[in-house]
């Protein structure tokens, strides 16, 4: 694993790795000496993650040098960061230099969607794009001349996920980026046609910023199902301090209407500080175990490593470890 100089990770974090369109306050100096040590130590935010046979593969928000990143692990403890853009060529309307928070997707052909944003040339918001390759740490390609999901009026869309009801059915999860504009944030899910490339029906607004903790955004969905129930994660306030948390909300119908719990389900003060600003969260099963991907601040507030934390399930609610 590698670790950039605190001046590379500083200019990745703050440039290329933002959660909105414009900048929160200033980073807070708040350290702690039992942070827990990262799985990719070096700046890694918004993994998503998938589980392809006896391999996990955890895609990140671009660096200086590369669109997405791209990390393996076999064990869930030791990862290895490639050194390859897992997409190195953007499309045609995407804009380099803001390619965010990519979320993987196993189609049933075989082949493997990532689900992206990056700043559309046209309008100048962050939007969202789908490539697609052969194999899980690509090379993924698109020949797409506009992204899949742009709402203009909405302040544009960013942190899309993939997840599937109790049928089968696949829909497109993401957050409206209303806080660089003025205006709320929204959880949204659509329907995906089989081969992942558009979207059919209506989008389904399932939840927005409401909780003091919350701040003024909600964003990074995630849907999974246990036990029947379907599970939103989502991250919310200011990512660039640690303010930032994770929360999660329930339902019976994936399409809603979500309960939300009523404290974070991981957050600086939940952790006790063994995580800084915790969030843009993946959850997946590996080895019959579930398992919390996050990313968390340095003790400098310099760059987001990526965290693994095994969880259990408590009424209702995935509980990672701290």
């Not at 398992?291 to 340095?298: I, M, R, V, Y």
């Amino acid at each position: 694993m590698r670790r950039l100089a605190v001046a590379a990770a500083a200019a990745s974090a703050l440039v290329a790795g933002l959660a909105g369109c414009s900048p929160g306050p200033a980073p807070s100096a708040e350290s702690s000496p039992a942070v827990a040590p990262f799985q990719v130590d070096s700046d890694f935010p918004d993994p998503g993650a998938l589980v392809v046979g006896d391999r996990v593969y955890a895609y990140a928000t671009n660096t200086p040098a590369v669109n997405v990143q791209v990390a393996t692990s076999d064990d869930m403890k030791t990862w290895t960061l490639s050194d390859r853009d897992a997409m190195p060529d953007l499309p045609s309307w995407a804009l380099p230099g803001k390619t965010w928070a990519p979320g993987p997707a196993e189609l049933a052909d075989g082949r493997f969607a990532l689900y992206f944003t990056a700043s559309d040339a046209a309008s100048r918001h962050q939007c969202i794009g789908v490539a697609f390759a052969d194999k899980p740490e690509g090379p993924f390609t698109s020949t797409a001349d506009k992204p899949l999901v742009c709402p203009v009026d909405e302040g544009g869309a960013i942190d899309a996920s993939v997840t599937a009801d109790a049928d089968g059915q696949r829909y497109l999860v993401w957050k409206n980026d209303g806080n660089c504009c003025g205006l709320d944030t929204w959880i949204s899910a659509q329907p995906l046609a089989a081969d992942g490339a558009s979207l059919t029906g209506q989008p389904t607004r399932l939840i927005k910023q409401t909780e003091a903790w919350e701040g003024h955004l909600v964003e990074a969905p995630v849907i999974v199902r246990h036990d029947g129930a379907y599970v939103l994660l989502y991250s919310a306030n200011d990512y660039g301090n640690s303010s930032y948390a994770t929360g999660a909300a329930t339902a019976t119908s994936l399409l809603g209407p979500y309960t939300k719990a009523k404290k974070p389900l991981l957050s600086t003060a939940g952790s006790k500080g063994r995580y800084l600003g915790p969030g843009g969260e993946d959850l997946v099963t590996f080895h019959g175990k579930d398992w919390l991907l996050f990313h968390s601040w340095d003790e400098a507030f310099a760059y987001r490593g990526m965290d693994a934390a095994p969880v259990t399930w408590r009424d209702g609610l995935p509980e990672p470890s701290s």
